[in-house]
């Protein structure tokens, strides 16, 4: 049967088990919308491309499925970069599928035409362009593989128009299940024994092809050995909080404690993580290339192992398969460093206390109260800004995938994350929050919340200022702020006028209520938390920060 090249590709998103694109429609691939009319795949139609992409790779971040992201040629695509850089950064697969100018116009630079492979080669793991429909299966069976092999990672594949129009009597590709490593029997011989010399043993997990069966596993694994286990930036929800041997979140506004514990770690087994800038602040509690600490290193990608860290145990395996094979070793006497692990997790706790700042409205008493008030199967999203420290600090994840934000510190994220988290999951509440520069960023998908009947609740911190820069403006150069305040609308206001709920609460004591109602609202919701100017991080205020500054 012959076939357009969009009904054909739009075939091969069906065959791999696509339920939801995002896209900005373009005139490059009408084809591709046309067969999508059709098709049972659910597209979501975004206000810009960069939210489009963001919600692909939340998605892919959510279901360890490739997000798939359509956009139109030239400024399309580099608008839609933004994600493809967090899903190279995050570890996330994604496909972007992007119009291109006709063949024929191909190296004349016409329209909006772009050398995709120049423009995304230093973020994707592979880019392509077809060449004819006949290609088309192909490509797209490639793509689906590459994105989730080994450590996972965004694909961008071009589709010049004519492609798309040509037809084609091509049969369909078959997908091929992804083939990951094995630990092998001596390496897992020598983590044992690795841990059985330590004293002062730590894991800390980290991104790079994780379930929610990997979580447990891990889980299982330290709590049967008494290890304690701490999160790498962003990846809070990969073991339980609650368990004994959580030790915390190596994030930015990291807790001194356990700082100290990795620099005083005598054996540090990273699992999954590439032990990136963040996880190792500035690369001093871990110092390459040989850390002073043991380095047991287990990542999907072989390539990824001696890259930055020069481990004394490279271990190249698939985090599922590695994962189930630790939880069946016999257990080493954890006797050396109980009382290590019961400390690390007494300083989690007192983590979670916090001190009070100036102003009416406190959020780290909203974080406790989202604490006590979300279910564990909850979505929390966010983007990037001083205010996601409160989250990263003062919330706790106990289930794989309720955490979805942007380690390669975009902002912008975090409403389009929510967007896709509640698509995905329309039985869950699923909250973001934002901050006021962070959310004027993807404001405009609030329509798009309306227009796809997603209620989520989206929290904005409004302090008038860009919170994160403001920081360091006022710890580098004290009273001398340049580009940082922000002239704000009545979010509010804006909100309602999409047709959201929307509510400015101003004293924590009405926080509650406030969000009971926009629950209760069963629309797409934003309650606006006007906080104290003051009050820029969890540990500082701007008068500490000021004089913290002076010579």
């Given at each position: 049967m012959?076939?357009?090249?969009?009904?054909?590709?739009?075939?091969?998103?069906?065959?791999?088990?696509?339920?939801?694109?995002?896209?900005?429609p373009?005139?490059?691939?009408?084809?591709?919308?046309?067969?999508?009319?059709?098709?049972?795949?659910?597209?979501?139609?975004?206000?810009?491309?960069?939210?489009?992409?963001?919600?692909?790779?939340?998605?892919?971040?959510?279901?360890a499925r490739?997000?798939?992201?359509?956009v139109?040629r030239?400024?399309?695509?580099?608008?839609?970069?933004?994600?493809?850089?967090?899903?190279?950064?995050?570890?996330?697969?994604?496909?972007?599928l992007?119009?291109?100018?006709?063949?024929?116009?191909?190296?004349?630079?016409?329209?909006?035409?772009?050398?995709?492979?120049a423009?995304?080669?230093?973020m994707?793991?592979?880019?392509?362009?077809?060449?004819?429909?006949?290609e088309?299966?192909?490509?797209l069976?490639?793509s689906?593989?590459?994105a989730?092999?080994?450590?996972?990672?965004?694909?961008?594949?071009?589709?010049?128009?004519?492609?798309?129009a040509?037809?084609s009597?091509?049969?369909?590709?078959?997908?091929?299940?992804?083939k990951?490593?094995?630990?092998?029997?001596?390496?897992?011989?020598q983590?044992?024994?690795?841990?059985?010399?330590a004293?002062?043993?730590?894991?800390?997990?980290?991104?790079?092809?994780?379930?929610?069966?990997t979580?447990?596993d891990?889980?299982?694994?330290?709590?049967?050995?008494?290890l304690?286990?701490?999160?790498?930036?962003?990846?809070?929800?990969?073991?339980?909080n609650?368990?004994?041997?959580?030790?915390?979140?190596?994030?930015?506004?990291?807790?001194?404690?356990l700082?100290?514990?990795?620099?005083?770690?005598?054996?540090?087994?990273?699992?999954?993580?590439?032990?990136?800038?963040?996880?190792?602040?500035?690369?001093?509690?871990?110092?390459?290339p040989?850390?002073?600490?043991?380095?047991?290193h287990?990542?999907?990608d072989?390539?990824?192992?001696?890259r930055?860290?020069?481990?004394?145990?490279?271990?190249?395996?698939g985090?599922?398969?590695?994962?189930?094979?630790?939880?069946?070793?016999?257990?080493?006497?954890?006797?050396?460093?109980?009382?290590?692990?019961?400390?690390a997790?007494?300083?989690?706790?007192?983590?979670?206390?916090?001190?009070?700042?100036?102003?009416?409205?406190?959020?780290?008493?909203?974080?406790?109260?989202?604490?006590?008030?979300?279910?564990?199967?909850?979505?929390?999203?966010c983007?990037?800004?001083?205010?996601?420290?409160?989250?990263?600090?003062?919330?706790?994840?106990?289930?794989?995938g309720t955490?979805v934000?942007?380690?390669?510190g975009?902002?912008?994220?975090?409403?389009?994350a929510?967007?896709?988290?509640?698509?995905l999951?329309?039985?869950?509440i699923?909250?973001?929050?934002?901050?006021?520069?962070?959310?004027m960023?993807?404001?405009?998908?609030?329509?798009?919340?309306?227009?796809?009947?997603l209620?989520?609740?989206?929290?904005?911190?409004d302090?008038g200022?860009?919170?994160?820069?403001?920081?360091?403006?006022?710890?580098?150069?004290?009273?001398?702020?340049e580009?940082t305040?922000?002239?704000?609308?009545?979010?509010?206001?804006?909100?309602?006028s999409?047709g959201?709920?929307?509510?400015?609460?101003?004293?924590?004591?009405?926080?509650?209520?406030?969000?009971?109602?926009?629950?209760?609202?069963?629309?797409?919701?934003?309650?606006?938390?006007?906080?104290?100017?003051?009050?820029?991080?969890?540990r500082?205020?701007?008068s500490?920060?000021?004089?913290a500054?002076?010579?």
């Amino acid at each position: 049967m012959s076939r357009d090249g969009g009904q054909i590709l739009v075939a091969q998103l069906e065959a791999h088990g696509v339920e939801i694109a995002f896209c900005v429609p373009g005139e490059s691939y009408l084809p591709i919308l046309d067969a999508l009319h059709d098709s049972p795949i659910r597209l979501i139609s975004c206000r810009h491309e960069a939210a489009a992409a963001n919600m692909a790779e939340a998605y892919g971040k959510l279901t360890a499925r490739p997000g798939i992201c359509l956009v139109t040629r030239g400024p399309g695509s580099t608008h839609a970069s933004v994600g493809v850089h967090t899903a190279d950064q995050d570890s996330t697969p994604m496909i972007l599928l992007v119009g291109q100018v006709p063949r024929a116009f191909s190296g004349r630079e016409a329209f909006q035409e772009l050398d995709y492979a120049a423009v995304f080669g230093s973020m994707a793991k592979w880019t392509a362009q077809a060449g004819s429909a006949n290609e088309l299966p192909e490509l797209l069976a490639g793509s689906f593989q590459i994105a989730v092999d080994r450590r996972p990672g965004p694909v961008v594949l071009a589709l010049p128009e004519d492609v798309l129009a040509e037809e084609s009597e091509v049969g369909d590709a078959t997908p091929s299940p992804a083939k990951r490593l094995r630990p092998l029997e001596d390496h897992l011989e020598q983590l044992r024994d690795l841990l059985a010399a330590a004293e002062r043993p730590l894991v800390i997990v980290g991104e790079g092809g994780w379930t929610a069966q990997t979580g447990a596993d891990v889980l299982a694994f330290c709590e049967q050995n008494e290890l304690p286990v701490a999160a790498s930036f962003r990846c809070q929800d990969y073991v339980d909080n609650h368990s004994r041997c959580y030790a915390g979140h190596l994030t930015l506004g990291l807790d001194p404690k356990l700082a100290e514990r990795v620099r005083d770690a005598d054996v540090v087994a990273a699992i999954g993580g590439r032990l990136g800038e963040i996880t190792t602040g500035g690369y001093t509690l871990l110092e390459p290339p040989r850390p002073r600490q043991t380095l047991i290193h287990v990542h999907p990608d072989p390539g990824e192992l001696g890259r930055v860290y020069e481990p004394e145990l490279g271990i190249a395996s698939g985090l599922p398969e590695f994962a189930a094979a630790a939880r069946a070793l016999h257990a080493v006497d954890p006797a050396a460093w109980r009382a290590w692990t019961e400390a690390a997790r007494a300083d989690y706790l007192a983590n979670l206390e916090h001190r009070r700042l100036p102003g009416d409205l406190d959020l780290g008493d909203v974080m406790a109260f989202l604490r006590r008030r979300l279910p564990a199967e909850a979505i929390l999203t966010c983007g990037a800004g001083n205010f996601t420290v409160w989250a990263h600090r003062f919330y706790e994840f106990e289930q794989y995938g309720t955490q979805v934000a942007p380690r390669s510190g975009a902002m912008g994220y975090g409403v389009p994350a929510a967007l896709a988290a509640k698509a995905l999951h329309p039985d869950r509440i699923v909250v973001c929050i934002a901050g006021d520069g962070d959310f004027m960023m993807s404001a405009a998908e609030l329509a798009s919340a309306v227009q796809y009947d997603l209620p989520v609740v989206i929290l904005v911190v409004d302090n008038g200022m860009y919170g994160t820069i403001r920081m360091h403006q006022e710890r580098l150069y004290p009273g001398r702020a340049e580009g940082t305040d922000l002239v704000n609308p009545d979010f509010a206001a804006f909100a309602r006028s999409f047709g959201c709920h929307g509510e400015t609460v101003e004293r924590t004591e009405d926080v509650e209520a406030a969000f009971e109602e926009a629950i209760a609202s069963g629309r797409p919701a934003v309650l606006v938390l006007r906080v104290d100017r003051e009050a820029i991080s969890p540990r500082a205020t701007i008068s500490e920060l000021r004089e913290a500054g002076r010579p």
